[in-house]
């Protein structure tokens, strides 16, 4: 992780300003950070001393089971809040997130900005506008493996999670992620690169034709 100084930091908190999100002066307390590719931002069961704006980049969610299962449950994404689960509630279970690309975040301290934060109201309104969008995304998922194939579902994931072109993710995660079997799940990436959609290079697999995933993930944007 590396910390931004002088014109660098200058230039992010110029070009991505959130002082519009806040009533109070938030610029003075914000470190602009960046995380290279799977690197934690925070670590699972660890609170957080801060909390994150995502300005560019991509990162996952995962949580650790009982019984010792990891899932991935959600992603990250630019203009996205991390930590607002912790800064809201004293006693939270935090969850892990990994970078999947280059990832740049303001970071605000919680010891210098809870209290201001907690009672500042244009925040918090910009706080529910977040939580709301969130949570339909949230059903949004859960619906899709009803209603839509997995070629469609597959595309989206793909897009999501792809750096620099490169899609590197586990089958395990994959399937875990999507509710499909693994068998079902080769199937589909074999169409793929059939189609020329997709070129596996080892494990991995690189994106041949970027607009036919897009024309099949956009389906689920206008469900």
């Not at 969610?61 to 203009?79: D, E, H, M, P």
């Not at 997995?150 to 989206?156: G, Q, T, V």
């Not at 793929?192 to 956009?218: A, M, P, T, W």
Request: proline share 2%.
């Amino acid at each position: 992780m590396e910390i931004y100084k002088k014109q660098k930091r200058q230039h992010y908190l110029e070009e991505h300003s959130i002082s519009h999100l806040f009533s109070f002066p938030i610029e003075e307390f914000i470190e602009v950070r960046e995380y290279k590719r799977d690197e934690w931002i925070i670590r699972e069961g660890m609170r957080p001393d801060y909390f994150f704006y995502v300005i560019e980049g991509k990162a996952k969610i995962y949580v650790t089971y009982q019984n010792g299962k990891v899932s991935l449950i959600n992603f990250i994404s630019a203009q996205d809040f991390i930590g607002e689960m912790e800064l809201l509630n004293e006693v939270y279970y935090t969850k892990g997130i990994q970078t999947s690309t280059k990832t740049i975040c303001f970071a605000i301290p919680f010891h210098q900005c809870r209290t201001q934060m907690l009672e500042d109201t244009t925040f918090l309104r910009a706080l529910t506008k977040f939580l709301s969008i969130k949570a339909t995304r949230m059903s949004a998922k859960y619906s899709q493996s009803l209603a839509f194939p997995l070629e469609n579902r597959l595309a989206d994931f793909i897009l999501q999670t792809a750096d620099a072109g490169v899609y590197k993710e586990k089958h395990v995660t994959v399937c875990d992620f999507l509710g499909v079997s693994y068998r079902h799940l080769l199937h589909v990436f074999a169409q793929f690169c059939d189609k020329g959609y997709l070129e596996k290079e080892g494990h991995h697999y690189r994106i041949q034709q970027h607009n036919k995933l897009k024309e099949l993930s956009v389906i689920l944007k206008n469900e």
